[in-house]
């Protein structure tokens, strides 16, 4: 049982600004905050390969080719830190793994939805990476070290990804009507959904007031979104791509961009299970982790060995 005296301490720890580490003690419900936090992003970054994974052998350049593959990549790799990152909080990445994909954990929403075109590819770097960016940045100031530090690296890597999606839909914009139609078509698709990836709104959200308290989060998912659409309306006009929001007026008094009703009934739809893609995002998943079962076995079997003979030398 977490006391008061801990409790007040570990409060006073984060109002002063200071990065918790894993040996530190912690409340439990933190940890457990952080797990299912840490976890849904790792699996996100995962799971988030295959929509532009889809595309490496479809690309419409070597050039354009070489930048999706090391894109692909480096969300393996976000992936990769994030699983670490979590274990540091005593979970076996195992555990997190197999309750992703035989059980309840989620990842992140906009990853259920399909790629149509090579333009979805531009728009994922430059609206999803574009948002990821938004979101991560205010992570990297977590008030959990290897969290923060984690996001720090990713956000490096998601800039690249955003800039090299924009200059590509620029072009695509800039390019026959097929192609400004392409790009117009993509970005119709993605931008509700890309507003959902922030979460629901401050009212309907259970953990952000804890989160908030804690320092895990430092801005709330309505602040994120809203910052998020205000440097996007710009970024969209400089190209000539049109936002598909008949709503969206810029606020004199507020200094925002006031925008329409996200429709949510659609959002907790794909986060139930249900969206366009979910089936088959979780039936790939599932095939990789099974297929792969050998040389999880093999690796295991080889650091046995290692250790019995070190044992036997010493
Ligand atoms: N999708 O109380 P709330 C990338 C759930 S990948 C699904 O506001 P919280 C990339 C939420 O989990 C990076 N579920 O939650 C990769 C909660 O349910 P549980 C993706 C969502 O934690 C490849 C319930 O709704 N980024 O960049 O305060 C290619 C109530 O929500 C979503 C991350 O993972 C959603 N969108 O805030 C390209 C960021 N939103 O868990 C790019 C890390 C909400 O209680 N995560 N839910 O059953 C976060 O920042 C926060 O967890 C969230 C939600 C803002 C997502």
């Given at each position: 049982?977490?006391?008061?005296?801990?409790?007040?301490?570990?409060?006073?720890?984060?109002?002063?600004?200071?990065?918790?580490?894993?040996?530190?003690?912690?409340?439990?419900?933190?940890?457990?905050?952080?797990?299912?936090?840490?976890?849904?992003?790792?699996?996100?970054?995962?799971?988030?390969?295959?929509?532009?994974?889809?595309?490496?052998?479809?690309?419409?350049?070597?050039?354009?080719?070489?930048?999706?593959?090391?894109?692909?990549?480096?969300?393996?790799?976000?992936?990769?830190?994030?699983?670490?990152?979590?274990?540091?909080?005593?979970?076996?990445?195992?555990?997190?793994?197999?309750?992703?994909?035989?059980?309840?954990?989620?990842?992140?929403s906009i990853?259920?939805y399909?790629?149509?075109?090579?333009?979805?590819?531009?728009?994922?770097?430059?609206?999803?990476?574009?948002?990821?960016?938004?979101?991560?940045?205010?992570?990297?100031?977590?008030?959990?070290?290897?969290?923060?530090?984690?996001?720090?690296?990713?956000?490096?890597?998601?800039?690249?990804?955003?800039?090299?999606?924009?200059?590509?839909?620029?072009?695509?914009?800039?390019?026959?009507?097929?192609?400004?139609?392409?790009?117009?078509?993509?970005?119709?698709?993605w931008?509700w959904p890309t507003l959902m990836m922030?979460?629901?709104?401050?009212?309907?959200?259970?953990?952000?007031?804890?989160?908030?308290?804690?320092?895990?989060?430092?801005?709330?998912?309505?602040?994120?979104?809203?910052?998020?659409?205000?440097?996007?309306?710009?970024?969209?006009?400089?190209?000539?791509?049109?936002?598909?929001?008949?709503?969206?007026?810029?606020?004199?008094?507020?200094?925002?961009?006031?925008?329409?009703?996200?429709?949510?009934?659609?959002?907790?739809?794909?986060?139930?299970?249900?969206?366009?893609?979910?089936?088959?995002?979780?039936?790939?998943?599932?095939?990789?982790?099974?297929?792969?079962?050998?040389?999880?076995?093999?690796?295991?079997?080889?650091?046995?060995?290692?250790?019995?003979?070190?044992?036997?030398?010493?």
């Amino acid at each position: 049982m977490d006391t008061q005296e801990q409790l007040d301490d570990f409060q006073k720890r984060i109002d002063a600004g200071e990065k918790i580490e894993p040996k530190d003690w912690m409340p439990e419900r933190y940890r457990q905050q952080l797990i299912r936090m840490m976890s849904q992003h790792a699996h996100s970054e995962i799971v988030g390969m295959l929509p532009e994974g889809n595309w490496i052998t479809r690309a419409p350049s070597l050039k354009r080719k070489m930048v999706l593959l090391a894109k692909v990549q480096d969300e393996a790799g976000h992936g990769l830190y994030l699983y670490s990152a979590t274990e540091t909080l005593g979970v076996r990445r195992q555990k997190l793994v197999e309750d992703y994909l035989y059980g309840k954990a989620k990842y992140s929403s906009i990853f259920n939805y399909p790629t149509l075109t090579y333009a979805d590819i531009c728009v994922i770097g430059w609206l999803v990476d574009g948002a990821a960016i938004v979101n991560q940045t205010m992570l990297a100031k977590s008030s959990y070290g290897p969290y923060s530090r984690a996001n720090l690296r990713i956000c490096k890597e998601e800039s690249f990804h955003k800039k090299q999606g924009y200059e590509m839909l620029a072009k695509m914009a800039d390019g026959t009507p097929e192609q400004k139609k392409m790009a117009q078509d993509a970005v119709n698709r993605w931008w509700w959904p890309t507003l959902m990836m922030f979460g629901p709104h401050d009212t309907d959200s259970p953990n952000s007031a804890e989160l908030i308290k804690w320092g895990v989060k430092t801005k709330t998912n309505d602040e994120l979104r809203r910052h998020f659409v205000d440097r996007t309306v710009m970024e969209a006009e400089a190209i000539g791509i049109t936002l598909p929001d008949p709503d969206l007026t810029y606020n004199e008094e507020t200094g925002h961009w006031d925008f329409g009703d996200i429709p949510w009934d659609e959002f907790w739809s794909v986060v139930k299970g249900d969206g366009p893609m979910n089936r088959e995002r979780m039936k790939a998943r599932r095939k990789a982790y099974e297929d792969g079962a050998w040389v999880r076995e093999a690796a295991m079997e080889h650091a046995r060995k290692k250790k019995l003979r070190e044992e036997k030398a010493s």
